[in-house]
């Protein structure tokens, strides 16, 4: 244990400061090598220790509720009544390992974690004093510490702990190993709980004694029976039957069960049980180890029982449960957990636990929480409810990724009723996602095997360096394609051993290519035939499970297609689950492939292989990604054939660098793990060859160019394949190392840098990989690896080394499996997770008559290619990509805007006469559109019959005959329509809303009263015809007329000329207002007018100069807001308080250029007689100086009597002291 | 016409008891009237070339060449006039040709002192006036004119009737609109094997896609069919994809059995051929 979390949840949970204890977890958990804060320095070691703690504690203490998952129980504890143990089963012996096999990988529930950190963290004076110092002693009462359990503790502390023990014992094992097999049961210990536990009726739920088996892998003829010390990857060399991916016999389930599981990190874990068996019986026996039976409270006889009903009300000691999920939510938030799927597989082994509580539970629980108040001893996980109550904690907290996961799994998760009851507000959430999630399992459609066309290019006489090299390869063809039907025919069938019934024939064929060197031809067609039957995700490898690809059916395009999809989907989906940690598997087709290698064994033929499979793969991880925006909804079609694009070469790579690091490390890998006296040599050795292929130096490129998530997949199934020393090598010790930091950074949380779900993929195959590489050191016996490659490397962080020790690996789709079984109720009978259903007449029918029509065509479609050279299929499918994206481009830029228009014209018209409803409005119009949008399909077709033949024609050689020729432009234009029409029949409306409710909202912006918006401007303002837009910048003029006012005085001369080029509607607004405003100070003549040297000439010809100019001013600004405004002007603003202010503050009121103002405003039609009449009535209102109120009052009446009285041209403008002669002449 | 794989084994027992002669064949009508002519002339024909292959050997033997030899010169002295070659042949139930060339090779092995080439005896047999000796000249054309299943004029006859059905099967094509590459076309590209005709666009036939078309103007009983399957049909397969194979003179229906991997067998041209047509207004 790490002593210093355990002294941590030691002092007592319920007294523990959640927060700060959260905090400084997190804190630890978070740390980067130099930044250790100070205060958390004595804490530096809790870091590494943590995690891997906390997940064993975890998984130590839901061992016993969990029943449900991928273990095979035990049915009859009988069988293991024999079973010897010395010294308590610290020395199990191989037949108990193979009897442990029956258990399956109910061993992924143990320990996640072995002692494998190096030692020192485990020694009392290292970390625990020092954190228990520091963990807030204060809280600490000795009374927690007094009894059983302090004892316990320190005895462990003290005497197991010490790793050199560890070490020790684990030696001695693998030494003991085969031939203890053989041993007779030498001591039998009835006491010991994990070799007898006690029998019930539910036994067959319990597998907590199998759960102490080292398992051992399955035997066959090519297998070796030593048991292995991996954990996950099934020895090359094993027979076929274990690797192929389970069907639906149960045979077949119980060998990959076998297979998968095949062993355990064995010795550590023994340590670890040994501790804590020691500690449990001290804790209840006053630590008298030798004390004879006892009942474990941990284990209690249940009846029979069915799904326990979780129930909320019975959730006992929920404050830790709630620490413990948020500690854990952190752990998986920060990438400390080396897997999030396997977490999540967990927590939902959780969720879905079958219960074997009965129901005296609370009284045990309550007597049992009494008896050991230790917080780590303490069982929190006792019985469903709590288990259920800290799964949905955690499913709380992880909420995004679960949203993540594909429709089917967040279906069942909706629909989980422990959830709902537990928490209705997640059970929203879920419900939520559900509805609005797309992702969906989707399998590309098996092609049929097919031969890999002969090309004249490549293939004929010419190609060959002989007459009998061509004659010898034209019979290798025909004999490799034999051996194919062959084995397609009877791989199936019991007793069919590939080597026996294949093995010479392929060797023969071998040493005939050998003969005529004609290898580099053969693992061409090699090559090419294993791409053609493998690429998908059936055949093809399934390290990270089911690839979402919503894409491939609307390749497709077909409803019938689509559904027989979905029905094979069901039944070639295996329906068991696997458990969590399956090995690189070679299944389907790739079983052939990997067989053939093998039995074959040519060097010179796997050179060749090795050599094409390079090349292909440099080829494919070139492939140009374009990176697309995130999309509003309406995916771009680009994107989706990008994604296509992307999705094809993914699983083309990954399939490649399989077989690729298979044949590379094929030369290395042994049966049995090498000893540790060899590794030095050989890493020596090896350490001076160079690569086949330079994944190092691919990754790095990749992560500067970030292209990770095409790269990381492939390298990470190259890795998968790795011997037992190579990631000792200095080499690939670089690339796990870049690996393992890449890991690290991959925080999931949205960001701009990386899509969640790429992150999440990149997550998945990395937790893989680590995991793997960790079983490969685990049967080194090496536990200085970390030393010698991690230390190496210090960015990647020690403590990451013990997170890389855990034994288990998850698909997605093993977590819907899970759950499927829990809704299905089937449990664990006989540890099959079988799908019930039943292929009936009708479905089978329904995927008939597909096979006919539409199918037919794509059928032909793909014919047409198969012998044709390769560039013809590119050429057409380029052609249709572009002409169908130029097709949907076209009709957006013709129809589109063409309805646009002309709803804009009705919108226009509508929107006066009724103010009310915008969107009903819009509704209204667009559907009057949406019958003339259904031409766009029309169109389309038309676009493509004409644009996609031309440009085949043009790319394609001259000498192509017509019939291909037409052919090619036949199929190039249907798939381009099809691209097109897709697209625009689902997309067309909602285009063209899009299109309208934009240019509404325009129009709604630029005729409504506030031309808030700054950035809409409506129709483009006409300058005059003969513009040539070098007037000033309206923020010049602005600034100018600003100016002005500040300086209180202004230029002779007309107003400048408004452009409207650079014109906005805020500039013009603020124009017309600063012009109103100008205005008023000119017709209050108290401005000081430029240029009119009033030294040199006399008072009133000044005078009457002065008016002059202020009367010009006056009429070029009318004429300005009359012509060249397009926005109302606020010539109101001229009867405000202030402005007409500037004339009362005036000591010698000049009201005749105010009426001149009155009349110009009438006359340039910009106020109506009876508007200036009410604003001057409103002036008078307000509060003026007696004197004045009367003037203005007269000023009123003038201009009312002249406007009710004469007619507007000759109005006698006279009343005021100045003579209207001058007014009217310059009118 | 296709026949049952019952059928078949009825009309082959009925042939293991009778001679190979016109007379024969007239009974093999009469039994079995229901099937069409042709057919069981093929059948005949094969038939009774198994039956020669069983007893090929037993006709090679030292022993055998030599009693044979010494007969027809018996015979000949007798009455040179008389059949005395073919009479031998239909007495020890062997084809009159392959007698006539037991019986040449014989020969010119005594004339010339060295065994003679079988391009010569080929050539003799195809013109026996090419045979030094009169006699054994008039006795040699007896034979082949006589024999319905081997010589020279059958192998003939037979390639004929191969070449007429590739050209009818080729003026189908046209026909249909169905462009193609023909063998010659595909040789001289350099193909390593050539079926008769490569279809350029492929076309489905009953469901089934077919690249390639190979007539055979024959029945496909099992035995012929096993050994095209091997040195033709499949090396097809196996480079241009699945195909068609046409057995104008019928086949056994049970042997029909791979056409999901890709070889279909027809009796005739087929009439359920859909061809790739990207008509856009099928979505």
């Given at each position: 244990y790490s002593p210093s979390l355990h002294n941590l949840l030691r002092q007592g949970v319920p007294q523990i400061d959640v927060p700060r204890v959260s905090l400084l977890i997190f804190c630890s958990l978070s740390l980067q090598e130099n930044h250790v804060h100070d205060k958390l320095v004595p804490h530096s070691l809790l870091q590494k220790d943590f995690v891997p703690f906390l997940l064993n504690f975890l998984r130590e203490q839901t061992s016993q509720i969990l029943t449900n998952g991928p273990s095979t129980p035990a049915k009859t504890p009988n069988s293991k009544v024999l079973r010897s143990s010395a010294s308590h089963g610290s020395q199990k012996t191989g037949s108990e390992r193979r009897a442990g096999n029956s258990a399956g990988s109910c061993s992924s529930r143990m320990q996640l974690f072995s002692q494998m950190t190096p030692a020192s963290s485990y020694t009392p004076d290292a970390s625990f004093p020092s954190s228990a110092a520091s963990c807030g002693s204060s809280a600490f009462t000795g009374s927690i510490l007094s009894g059983p359990s302090r004892r316990s503790l320190t005895e462990e502390e003290d005497g197991k702990g010490d790793s050199a023990s560890l070490s020790g014992g684990r030696r001695k094992r693998s030494e003991v190993g085969p031939t203890s097999a053989n041993s007779p049961p030498d001591q039998l210990n009835l006491n010991n709980l994990e070799e007898f536990p006690p029998m019930s009726a539910a036994s067959g739920l319990t597998n907590k004694p199998s759960r102490r088996i080292n398992p051992t892998p399955v035997s066959s003829e090519r297998s070796h029976s030593k048991p292995k010390m991996c954990f996950t990857s099934t020895p090359v060399s094993q027979s076929p039957a274990a690797r192929f991916p389970s069907g639906t016999s149960l045979e077949t389930f119980a060998a990959i069960q076998k297979g998968n599981v095949t062993s355990i990190t064995g010795s550590s874990l023994q340590e670890e049980r040994e501790m804590l068996k020691k500690e449990r019986y001290s804790m209840n026996r006053g630590g008298n180890i030798s004390a004879g039976i006892h009942t474990s409270p941990f284990i209690r006889t249940l009846p029979i029982r069915s799904l326990t009903c979780a129930d909320l009300s019975k959730v006992s000691c929920k404050k830790q449960l709630e620490l413990l999920a948020q500690l854990y939510s952190t752990c998986i938030a920060e990438n400390l957990v080396p897997n999030i799927f396997l977490e999540l597989f967990f927590v939902l082994q959780l969720l879905t636990s079958k219960g074997t509580t009965s129901s005296e539970d609370g009284e045990n629980d309550l007597e049992f929480n009494q008896e050991c108040k230790d917080a780590v001893e303490r069982q929190h996980f006792q019985n469903v409810h709590n288990c259920v109550y800290f799964a949905v904690q955690v499913l709380d907290c992880q909420f995004e990724i679960i949203s993540y996961l594909e429709r089917g799994t967040l279906k069942l998760l909706a629909e989980n009723e422990r959830i709902a009851s537990f928490s209705p507000g997640l059970h929203a959430r879920l419900m939520k996602a559900y509805e609005s999630s797309t992702a969906k399992v989707s399998l590309l459609l098996p092609s049929s095997v097919q031969s890999v066309s002969f090309q004249p290019e490549t293939d004929n006489r010419s190609n060959f360096p002989s007459d009998r090299a061509f004659h010898i390869f034209k019979k290798q063809r025909d004999i490799f394609y034999e051996l194919l039907r062959e084995w397609e025919d009877n791989h199936e069938k019991p007793g069919w051993d590939f080597e026996r019934v294949l093995g010479n024939r392929i060797r023969a064929m071998m040493n005939h290519l050998t003969a005529a060197c004609n290898h580099s031809h053969f693992a061409r067609l090699f090559q090419k035939q294993l791409i053609q039957m493998c690429k998908g995700p059936i055949g093809g490898g399934t390290s990270w499970g089911d690839t979402p690809d919503q894409d491939v059916l609307n390749m497709l395009g077909s409803d019938n297609l689509s559904r027989l999809k979905r029905l094979q989907e069901r039944f070639v989906v295996p329906q068991s689950i696997r458990g969590p940690c399956p090995p690189p598997t070679f299944p389907g087709c790739q079983q052939f492939f990997r067989d053939f290698i093998l039995s074959a064994g040519s060097y010179q033929f796997n050179q060749h292989l090795m050599d094409s499979l390079c090349l292909k793969i440099l080829e494919l991880d070139g492939l140009t990604l374009v990176e697309h925006e995130p999309s509003d909804g309406e995916a771009d079609m680009d994107e989706q054939d990008e994604k296509k694009r992307f999705t094809a070469a993914l699983m083309t790579l990954r399939l490649l660098a399989k077989f690729l690091g298979f044949l590379v490390f094929l030369p290395y890998q042994t049966v049995e793990p090498p000893s540790r006296d060899l590794q030095e040599s050989a890493v020596t050795l090896r350490n001076q060859t160079l690569p086949v292929l330079d994944v190092l130096k691919l990754l790095r490129q990749s992560v500067l160019n970030r292209r990770t998530i095409l790269t990381v997949p492939w390298i990470v199934e190259f890795l998968s394949l790795v011997d037992h020393f190579a990631p000792f090598l200095d080499y690939y010790g670089r690339v796990f190392s870049l690996l393992l930091q890449l890991y690290r950074c991959l925080v999931l949380s949205e960001d701009k840098e990386m899509s969640f779900l790429n992150k999440l993929l990149i997550l998945a195959v990395l937790g893989w990989l680590f995991q793997l590489l960790f079983s490969a050191i685990a049967e080194s016996g090496s536990v200085n690896f970390s030393m010698h490659v991690w230390l190496c490397y210090p960015l990647s962080g020690l403590y990451m080394w013990g997170l890389l020790f855990t034994p288990d690996f998850l698909f997605t789709g093993e977590l819907r499996k899970l759950l499927a079984s829990f809704v299905a109720g089937s449990g664990a009978k006989n540890g099959g997770f079988i799908r019930k259903i039943t292929p009936t007449a009708a479905e089978s029918l329904t995927a008939?008559?597909?096979?006919?029509?539409q199918k037919l065509q794509v059928e032909l479609e793909q014919a047409f290619f198969h012998n044709q050279p390769p560039s013809l299929r590119r050429t057409v499918e380029f052609v249709a990509e572009r002409v169908g994206s130029n097709c949907v481009k076209h009709i957006k830029a013709t129809l589109v805007a063409e309805l646009v228009k002309r709803a804009e014209v009705m919108l226009q018209d509508k929107v006066k006469e009724e103010d009310a409803n915008h969107s009903k409005l819009l509704d209204e119009v667009c559907a009057q559109l949406y019958e003339e949008g259904a031409q766009a399909l029309h169109k389309g077709r038309e676009f493509c019959r004409l644009k996609g033949p031309e440009a085949v024609r043009v790319l394609l050689p001259e000498e192509t005959s017509a019939a291909v020729l037409n052919s090619a432009e036949d199929i190039a234009v249907g798939l381009a329509t099809e691209k097109a029409c897709t697209w625009l029949s689902t997309n067309i409306t909602a285009l063209i809303k899009r299109e309208v409710r934009t240019t509404f909202n325009r129009m709604l912006r630029v005729q409504g009263p506030s031309l808030s918006s700054e950035d809409t401007q409506g129709e483009r303002k006409g300058c005059p015809p003969n513009c040539q837009h070098h007037a000033p910048f309206p923020s010049q003029i602005i600034n100018e007329i600003k100016r002005l006012q500040v300086l209180g005085y202004f230029p002779d001369g007309d107003m400048p000329i408004l452009c409207f080029q650079f014109m906005c509607p805020t500039s013009e607004q603020q124009l017309a207002r600063c012009t109103v405003e100008l205005a008023s100070l000119l017709v209050s003549d108290r401005v000081p007018i430029q240029d009119l040297k009033p030294q040199t000439q006399k008072k009133p010809e000044r005078q009457r100069g002065r008016k002059n100019a202020v009367n010009g001013l006056l009429k070029s600004l009318l004429s300005v807001w009359k012509e060249d405004f397009w926005t109302p002007v606020p010539v109101q603003l001229m009867f405000s308080r202030k402005n007409v202010g500037y004339i009362a503050e005036v000591e010698q009121r000049e009201w005749d250029l105010f009426l001149f103002m009155l009349h110009g405003l009438v006359d340039h039609g910009l106020m109506g007689n009876a508007e200036i009449e009410s604003c001057l009535h409103s002036l008078q209102e307000l509060l003026w100086s007696s004197d004045f109120l009367e003037e203005l009052e007269a000023i009123s009446r003038i201009f009312i009597s002249e406007y009710h009285v004469a007619e507007p041209r000759t109005r006698p403008c006279e009343l005021v002291r100045q003579p209207r002669g001058t007014v009217a002449a310059q009118s | 016409m296709k026949l049952s794989k019952a059928q078949y084994d009825e009309i082959a027992q009925f042939l293991g008891h009778v001679q190979p002669t016109r007379q024969s064949l007239r009974k093999l009508k009469k039994r079995f009237p229901s099937q069409s002519q042709s057919t069981l002339l093929s059948i005949f024909s094969q038939e009774y070339q198994k039956q020669i292959k069983r007893t090929h050997a037993k006709h090679h033997t030292a022993e055998a060449i030599e009693t044979y030899y010494q007969r027809y010169l018996s015979g000949v002295v007798k009455n040179a006039g008389a059949p005395v070659l073919l009479e031998l042949a239909n007495e020890v139930d062997f084809a009159p040709s392959l007698m006539a060339r037991i019986v040449l090779e014989r020969f010119l092995q005594e004339q010339e002192g060295t065994i003679p080439s079988k391009t010569l005896i080929n050539s003799m047999l195809r013109d026996p006036s090419q045979i030094p000796d009169g006699v054994l000249a008039n006795q040699v054309y007896q034979c082949t004119v006589n024999d319905c299943c081997y010589g020279p004029l059958v192998d003939c006859i037979k390639h004929a009737i191969g070449h007429e059905h590739e050209v009818l099967l080729r003026e189908m094509l046209l026909e249909k609109n169905l462009s193609f590459l023909a063998e010659e076309q595909l040789r001289a590209k350099g193909y390593d094997k050539t079926p008769d005709f490569i279809l350029e666009v492929p076309v489905a036939v009953e469901g089934h896609i077919i690249h390639w078309i190979e007539s055979k103007a024959s029945f496909g009983d099992e035995c012929s069919h096993q050994a095209y399957l091997h040195d033709q049909f499949w090396s097809y397969w196996n480079r241009f994809g699945p195909g068609l194979v046409i057995y104008w003179y019928g086949f056994i229906e049970e042997l029909d059995c791979h056409r999901e991997r890709g070889i279909l067998l027809k009796d005739c041209f087929p009439t359920d051929i859909v061809t790739l047509r990207h008509s856009v207004a099928q979505h």
């Open positions: 008939k008559p597909s096979v006919t029509q | -």
